[in-house]
């Protein structure tokens, strides 16, 4: 008896012991994570009206990627099935998103950067035309994730793509005949064109890839019917090729002043300072402005450029007509992560504190959900959607990210268990807004990563990084989260977990369904408002793709999807990279150790409706 | 240590005998009085000892003592023996006190003003970075020559990039070791002009020995006026022969190690030499900076300065004299 | 008279390790030119040559190996190779070679350029240190012995050592003979 009971005794006494370690390990790691809680609140703001189509991979102009087509609801999607496929011939990531205008789909894949048209109107939408622009074999050299492609644009009977080699090219949508081809990035400075072009009344706005090679940001308007350079704004550099000029009114202190893109870099450092714009588009009609991200400064190594970086990762209003800058909020100043600042602004008019706003909703890389007001700047709320413990939050009175010095890089030295990790809380992949839960549905990642800074050289077409990662997943075990936000309350609704990093984008319908895709190959539908998994598909590869859905010209509702692993992480399957080396694919190599063995390369549109 | 006392002669030389910083005189005050003490120790200890052997071992049939105790020899020996113990007690006492009160003096500048520089060791050369805090476009990178103005307090952030340095330039201050992936700071004022040469003293490699800095104490308009000289990028060359220089430069193995700003190389494996011609020494205080030395120093380094990390770049003459005239318009 | 024997044969056998660190300091370099000889193709149309099965000096060097990995570092090979891995560029640590896995394959794919992405270095790194890069390549995929290639790097541990890495076989390296006759 009196055995049992001193052993009683300490365990007691050690269960009060490990308690109070545990205390204290919470008490040193200042780490943050998503908030749950939050709840459903209808929208009751007016949104674009939806006419069935896809015309640009964003949907509207808003970024919502919310489809009003409701004849797929979570009673009937159990018996979602294969209309039709289409094999592309491009094992390598599929990024693009289906467009779907005048009762034709249009695909473009990964470099060569061929362009199909698919005849809707037929069964089994047969290929209608294509187009191949022979792009340059090196440019798969200058690319740094794989040979992506995010989609083309349509506008008035014609259609708008990049090639990975720098060049925008307007096709006649209908019979694919070239109008104007204009070379705007050097390939052998590390420039490339990844991103999915957008078109707003006679101009059609592209930016520039390459961060990862010391290239120079920029956004360039082009005029739709001649390909004339319209304006060129760049990431970095003096005021005026900036193009900030006197309606320039940046929101907080630390973005007034002169030449900043000149001032918070060392002497030239800005010329190959990176802030490439590779992300989406939104667009607000009634302000006239246009929103953007910049990219991550270059190098990654962030001791050797000390300074704010100005303007990299960071986001843009301007005027499409003029290119002039309205305002700019900088969402990681000295960017220490790779932190590209390229993410999604979702358009939407939000009750605030009693008044209706214009705001626009970013959930960024550094994983807060900005809520900003997209007329000043300023920022409403941040709010982290994703487990870190790098950050403390934004300080909302000078807009600043309060970051945790101790986890900063240093040049020769580890720093451990850095969260989120390069790739950041989200990368490019888009979330969705869904009016009739007020939700922002956001795929990404719960990752962390060891990083070390090294020397790094600038060699004009080489990779200027100077940073040895490697990544692995945040608490929980699991890489990837689909998370559904609520934007006012700024806190998640539900999560779905997935082994790999979600690495696709998604889009809600009004069928109270968000469709999103892994990289192990499942496309899966969800109920918008629980986040049950209702349906799912196993394709033939990863899906890394943008979701879309449209009305067929039979009336039905189909929603497309591309399967095909690469980007970033999935390049180890594409490129057929060894995992055995943690720093492969850039860092993915450590997280993603088997993933040649479960998934296979692949290029293939997958298109389902209804029986 | 003959050659410490000596080179005191040749001005400008290193030496911790011609100080010419605060830190340096409360070092050389100590050297001299530990040396002062230990040298009037070393020769009463000798001339003790040299008297003892002499006294009798000149003397025809001496015999040295048995061992016999003696309480009055005892007695006297234990006096002696207690006497010179409890003065070198005091005179190690003395030293250490001294050496305290250095340790603390050359630690006591004041850094509120310091001018802060960067200096990172490498094998076998010195990069040096003026980090101007919350002006990063006011930074100012270079290569083994530390300018500062006369006076100033400079507070040097020192690390290595490879292997263990050592920081020393002995007219100005003690060591400083610059040790991998830790970074040390040594608080240093120069408060006479000239030129102040320093190297490495902790062994690094093949090139140890030629691992030299130098510290050019400047008036503050000097040193200003370098300053804004350093920030601006390479000039445009204005001659054919410069024009045609910079191109070979872009198009040779120099691209791959070698900075100058205001074109595309940025490569930082070896010195920024966006204003080489404005320095008076290249590889790393090895050589003057003449046309002759740099053309022997790119043709083949490897005669110079075996080990070095600069390859042999064989090149047509016609070529190399075009190079070395754009050399010398990066002033 | 025994043991003195055995210690100055002892003594002497550490003589053969001097060699593993000999160095060059005159390599006489001429700017890398492509070396032209080179064949990526393992089929040749008529007869296949004779094998030039000449050792070299660098591929047998500890130090010129450590020196091709600190170029390795230094000229950005890394930024797409990762540390054997790959990234933009393919992985160089397994036994899958697009261009040839020999030291001149090697040479004339830095010097060269391909087509697919990879930039040549023709004139930009010196001959001597493409073959120091061009060994250092070998050996991520183990095809160096074990006292020539890299041990444990000094920074954060992303690979297994070049040293204990398996040997990988690619296949043009190591044809097996064609079966000609049923074995009894």
């Known amino acids: 008896m009196k055995s049992t009971g001193s052993r009683t005794l300490w365990l007691v006494l050690f269960g009060i012991l490990g308690f109070w370690f545990m205390l204290g390990c919470h008490k040193q790691s200042s780490s943050t994570s998503a908030s749950t809680g939050g709840s459903i609140h209808p929208y009751t703001a007016e949104m674009e009206k939806d006419d069935g189509q896809w015309v640009r991979a964003t949907k509207d102009f808003a970024n919502t990627r919310y489809s009003s087509l409701s004849q797929i609801t979570a009673q009937n999607v159990a018996q979602l099935r294969v209309s039709w496929t289409f094999a592309t011939t491009v094992p390598h990531g599929q990024e693009a998103a289906p467009i779907v205008a005048n009762n034709t789909m249009y695909l473009a894949t990964p470099w060569p950067n061929v362009l199909y048209a698919l005849d809707l109107t037929k069964p089994g939408a047969p290929l209608k035309w294509k187009y191949e622009p022979h792009p340059s074999p090196a440019a798969k050299g200058e690319a740094c994730c794989d040979w992506v492609t995010r989609g083309a644009v349509f506008d008035n009977g014609k259609l708008f793509f990049n090639t990975l080699d720098g060049y925008t090219i307007a096709l006649n949508a209908d019979t694919g005949e070239q109008l104007w081809r204009t070379h705007l990035a050097d390939l052998n400075n590390g420039e490339t064109i990844t991103m999915a072009p957008m078109v707003v009344r006679n101009h059609v706005f592209v930016g520039n890839s390459g961060g990862e090679f010391g290239v120079r940001g920029w956004l360039a308007a082009l005029d739709t019917s001649s390909g004339k350079l319209a304006w060129k704004a760049y990431s970095t550099g003096p005021d005026n090729e900036v193009l900030i000029g006197s309606r320039f009114h940046p929101y907080y202190a630390t973005d007034k002043g002169s030449d900043l893109g000149v001032k918070t870099w060392p002497p030239d450092a800005w010329r190959i300072g990176g802030g490439t714009v590779w992300g989406f588009l939104s667009y607000d009609p009634q302000l006239n402005l246009i929103y953007y991200g910049t990219a991550n400064p270059g190098p990654w190594n962030p001791e050797v450029r000390p300074g704010d970086n100005k303007w990299t990762a960071g986001m843009f209003a301007r005027d499409p007509d003029t290119g002039e800058a309205v305002w700019f909020y900088q969402m990681s100043p000295h960017d220490l992560f790779d932190w590209d600042g390229i993410n999604e602004d979702v358009l939407v008019d939000l009750p605030w504190q009693g008044q209706l706003r214009k705001v626009l909703l970013r959930p960024d890389r550094n994983g807060h959900v900005y809520v900003i007001d997209r007329a000043t700047g300023q920022v409403l709320s941040a709010n982290p959607f994703a487990y870190t413990n790098t950050t403390t939050g934004v300080d909302l009175r000078t807009g600043a990210l309060q970051r945790i010095p101790d986890k900063a890089p240093r040049t020769g030295q580890v720093v451990r268990n850095i969260c989120p990790d390069a790739p950041g809380a989200k990368d490019w992949q888009p979330s969705s807004f869904s009016p009739q839960t007020g939700l922002l549905y956001i795929p990404h990642q719960n990752m962390c990563m060891d990083e070390e800074g090294t020397e790094v050289s600038y060699i004009a077409g080489t990779p200027y990084v100077g940073s040895s990662v490697q990544y692995y997943a945040g608490p929980g075990g699991h890489m990837g989260e689909l998370t559904a936000w609520d934007p006012i309350a700024g806190k998640a609704v539900w999560t779905i977990k997935d082994k790999y990093p979600i690495w696709s984008g998604t889009v809600t319908t009004a069928g109270g369904l968000v469709f999103f895709g892994t990289m192990d190959g499942w496309f899966k539908a969800a109920d918008a408002k629980t986040g049950n998994i209702l349906w799912q598909f196993k394709t033939d590869s990863g899906i890394i793709g943008q979701p879309v859905s449209y009305r067929g010209p039979d009336g039905k509702q189909y929603i497309a999807i591309l399967s095909g692993i690469g980007g970033w992480p999935g390049s180890i399957v594409a490129g057929q990279l060894d995992t055995r080396d943690g720093t492969a694919a850039n860092g993915w190599g450590k997280a993603l150790p088997n993933i040649r063995n479960e998934v296979t390369a692949g290029g293939t549109l997958y298109v389902f409706s209804l029986p | ?331 | 008279m025994r043991p003195m024997l055995v210690s100055i044969l002892l003594l002497g056998s550490l003589l053969t390790g001097c060699k593993r660190e000999q160095r060059v300091f005159d390599p006489g370099a001429a700017g890398s030119q492509p070396a032209n000889g080179t064949v990526l193709s393992e089929v040749a149309a008529g007869q296949q040559p004779p094998k030039g099965n000449q050792p070299n000096p660098i591929a047998e060097s500890a130090y010129a190996v450590a020196e091709g990995k600190r170029f390795y570092q230094a000229y950005n090979c890394v930024g797409c190779h990762a540390n054997g891995g790959g990234a933009i560029g393919p992985a160089l640590m397994d036994s899958e070679w697009i261009y040839g896995s020999s030291l001149e394959q090697i040479h004339s794919t830095i010097v060269q350029g391909r087509p697919n992405g990879m930039p040549s270095y023709a004139g930009k790194i010196p001959d001597y240190q493409v073959w120091e890069i061009a060994a250092y390549v070998r050996s991520m995929s183990g095809q160096l012995p074990s006292d020539v290639a890299p041990s444990r790097s000094d920074h954060m541990p992303m690979v297994v050592p070049e040293q204990s890495r398996p040997q990988e076989h690619p296949g043009a390296e190591h044809p097996q003979p064609v079966v000609s006759e049923p074995s009894r």
């Not at chain 2, 009037?40 to 105790?69: C, D, K, Q, S």
């Not at chain 2, 002006?135 to 307090?153: K, L």
């Not at chain 2, 445009?236 to 220089?245: M, R």
């Open chain 2, 1 to 331: 240590m003959i050659f410490s006392f000596i080179s005191p002669m040749f001005p400008g030389h290193q030496t911790p005998l011609s100080p010419v910083g605060p830190q340096a005189r409360h070092i050389e005050h100590n050297l001299l009085l530990i040396f002062s003490i230990t040298s009037i120790v070393y020769v009463i200890v000798i001339a003790v000892l040299a008297y003892g052997v002499v006294r009798n071992h000149a003397r025809e049939g001496f015999v040295p003592h048995t061992l016999v105790e003696d309480p009055e020899i005892e007695r006297k020996a234990t006096w002696i023996v207690g006497a010179a113990l409890g003065l070198t007690i005091i005179l190690l006492l003395v030293m250490m006190v001294s050496s305290f009160y250095t340790s603390h003096s050359t630690a006591v500048l004041a850094q509120a003003q310091a001018i802060k520089i960067d200096v990172y060791g490498h094998q076998w050369w010195w990069e040096v970075e003026y980090p101007i805090n919350e002006q990063p476009y006011r930074m100012v990178r270079t290569a083994n020559e530390i300018h500062v103005p006369v006076g100033a307090v400079v507070t040097i952030h020192a690390t290595s990039r490879d292997v263990i340095h050592s920081f020393w330039a002995p007219n100005i201050h003690g060591k400083k070791d610059l040790l991998p992936g830790y970074e040390n700071d040594l608080t240093i004022q120069v408060d006479q002009p000239g030129t102040w040469r320093g190297q490495c003293a902790e062994f690094c490699g093949l090139q140890h020995a030629h691992m030299a800095f130098d510290i050019v104490a400047q008036s503050r308009e000097d040193f200003d006026r370098w300053y804004e000289q350093q920030l601006s990028p390479a000039p445009e060359p204005a001659s054919s022969q410069a024009i045609h220089g910079r191109e070979v430069f872009l198009t040779h193995a120099c691209v791959m190690c070698h900075t100058i700003r205001g074109t595309t190389a940025g490569a930082t494996v070896g010195p920024d030499l966006t204003h080489l011609a404005s320095r008076s020494m290249i590889a790393a205080g090895t050589l003057k900076n003449t046309r002759g030395n740099l053309a022997g120093w790119i043709s083949n380094a490897q005669s110079i300065k075996p080990g070095v990390r600069m390859p042999p770049n064989p090149m047509p003459s016609s070529d190399l004299n075009d190079l070395l005239a754009y050399l010398e318009t990066l002033r």
